[in-house]
């Protein structure tokens, strides 16, 4: 009797399973073998005195961001019309890429970090608390390295090996399997050329619009310093006579400053409403205890001004108890006060 329960068990086990879901589970369980072995290799075969110095500086360490700034004010002051385009294009590609790409992936896909499965792994970093898959320093590195080829061609010879031993770091330092840097290399470089196009769309459709001054003297994003259009001179003064397509009838530089104010700020917000909604921060005392005064509305409140409580609650009814319907007003009322002050300084100019 129990002979015959097994065998109708393990019928009733393999039967559903068909021979093309078999296959798929054996590819899948053979690239996560892969990936694993890879990882091993690298981080424990490749493990020396010397790397175990040297990567972490790779992977990261505090001069990077000083270096990055430096770098983009020194493109901005002396690099001319091509540097400033370069610095404007690869902050709003790679925010936007990272926050809306790669950080949403990491959510859908959810992948634990090789710490969470390989106890003896030899781990130089931090326990990241993001899911693995992409990796998002990969990612950003492969895309300020696409960028940089566009603006600047011969920059490839630096970029793209840097790109690589920052990948490379990655895996060493136990942060990453192989398989989320090569993710990261993809999606970034992808999602670095979708943003460049976009771009380079949207100023040709709107930039003769919105900024006709400046499309006259730059009607391509991907090429800032090409012959301008109409015989018009890079040192023509900016108060020209240009606008319309049908027209011609004088442009006020001011409103080219206030519009490019006004696309800042939406720039911003998205930035920011995607940060809050990473969940990189919790909530701190004061907003939990907020929180909890919100559920409770009184007009009798004298501690705090009561629309502290009206704005979370109503945050919180949007968005549901989270982090992101908490903070959700906050970067909403920062956006509205930018636009009013802008406005302000726009009126009395």
Known sequence: MRGNLRTVARELHDFPCSSASRTDNARMSWLQSWDTAVFRWINLSLSNSFLDQVMPFFAWNRFFIPAIVVLAVWLVVKGGVRGRVFVAVAFAV???????VINTLKHTIQRPRPFSGIPDLNLLVGRGSSASMPSSHTSTWFAGAFLAFVYYRKSWRFMYPLAAIIAFSRIYVGAHYPSDVIGGAIFGTGYA???????????????????????????????????????????????????????????????????????????????????????EIELSEDEAYQWTWSKHLALSYYSKPPLIAYTQYLGTKLWGDTEFGVRFFSPVIAAIVSMLVLRFIGAQA
């Open 193 to 279: 050329a979708a943003g460049v196009m976009g771009l380079q769309f949207l100023w040709r459709r709107l930039g003769r619009d919105w900024f006709p001054i400046w499309w006259a003297r730059m009607p391509s994003l991907l090429m800032p310093e090409a012959r301008r259009l109409d015989g018009v001179s890079p040192h023509q003064p900016e108060h020209s006579h240009l606008v319309g397509r049908d027209s011609v009838e004088p442009v006020d530089i001011d409103r080219h400053w206030l519009r490019l104010g006004y696309v800042l700020i939406a720039l911003i917000f998205l930035v920011r409403l995607a940060y809050l909604a990473s969940g």
């Open 94 to 100: 790679i925010a936007l890429g990272d926050t809306y």
